[in-house]
């Protein structure tokens, strides 16, 4: 435990710092003077499996469909399969709606990739603090929570979680608070302390998880980017099966390895494509980050892909791009 405070310590104060020299009165301090905030911290609501402090515009519908393919590096099978594309290991549909620039609600459909599938999950995401160009305000902050439930049909074991003895235990919940700063025009970072609760988990594991996420965006030409994300889970000595960096200490066929994930991001008009390589076979969170067995360094990686397009419904606007309408006189 005493780790796991010293690593939150520590990640919040790399942000804290760029704010010393700000008088807390301007960081709370609500009032009528026009804030000028920094624009496109990110490019869309995910970064690649996670999402990101952006939230759908108002009166936008942001449509997600998200691909994880199989593994593509393991010998004498990834050649048989396409390299991992003959397999698909999960699935999602997302649809996304602004009730405020700052407020989105969600609905999503996962295949799902671990012990518990067939994922329907809400989702409510609130942007409460937005950074500005001064950077009297240094970073923005979202918050984030999902309610997850499986309609897998009833299993037999009541070894297996997917046995679910009680409705409630279909159910899982998920709550974030992410904290970006664009630093330049080229880089962006983020860092997403996560709690994870299951109704029913196995007998040797907890059913409060928690994890830190950092990711980041280095633009590298004026509609495409690199992106980063890894999850790390936060776990005291001896509580589960779930280690610290089992792939850098050279650990192979453990139970559990951090979720890491690197991708090529392209905005294509109102569309925001990524392209990525990732050893987490599951795309809901609920799902990959208390099941991932994959390792990078044994080939279990795979190519995946999320196609993000944006519906604008605001009075005057074209649903399809955005921008207003043409008027007759313009025409």
Do not use: C
């Amino acid at each position: 435990m005493k780790k796991t405070l010293a690593l939150f310590t520590l990640l919040f104060s790399v942000f804290i710092n760029f704010a010393q020299d700000v008088n807390i009165d301007d960081l709370l301090n609500e009032n009528n003077k026009q804030k000028d905030y920094v624009s496109a911290t990110f490019k869309g609501t995910r970064l690649i499996n996670g999402h990101t402090v952006e939230t759908t515009k108002k009166h936008a519908l942001d449509f997600l469909i998200t691909h994880r393919f199989g593994d593509m590096g393991v010998k004498g099978v990834s050649g048989h399969t396409l390299f991992g594309i003959d397999n698909a290991s999960d699935i999602q549909f997302v649809f996304e709606y602004g009730i405020t620039d700052d407020i989105t609600v969600g609905f999503s459909r996962t295949q799902g990739a671990g012990k518990v599938r067939e994922l329907y999950t809400g989702l409510f995401k609130y942007r409460v603090y937005k950074q500005t160009t001064n950077n009297k305000r240094p970073f923005t902050i979202t918050l984030l929570g999902n309610a997850t439930i499986s309609s897998m049909k009833k299993q037999s074991d009541p070894l297996l979680i997917s046995s679910f003895p009680k409705f409630s235990n279909r159910m899982s919940y998920l709550v974030q608070a992410m904290v970006a700063r664009k630093f330049n025009k080229w880089l962006t970072v983020q860092i997403t302390p996560t709690f994870l609760w299951r109704n029913l988990v196995d007998y040797n594991d907890n059913n409060g998880l928690f994890f830190m996420g950092l990711g980041a965006r280095a633009k590298i030409s004026k509609r495409s980017a690199i992106v980063f994300e890894y999850y790390l889970p936060l776990m005291g000595k001896g509580q589960n099966y779930r280690e610290y960096f089992p792939m850098i200490r050279g650990k192979k066929d453990a139970s559990y390895y951090p979720s890491l994930h690197i991708g090529y991001e392209l905005e294509t008009g109102g569309h925001v494509f990524h392209i990525n390589l990732t050893n987490s076979a599951g795309l809901l969170e609920n799902d990959y980050l208390p099941f991932n067995n994959k390792n990078w360094a044994q080939g279990g990686f795979r190519l995946g892909f999320t196609i993000s397009r944006g519906f604008y419904f605001s009075k005057g606007t074209n649903a399809w791009t955005g921008k207003p309408k043409k008027t007759k006189e313009a025409q």
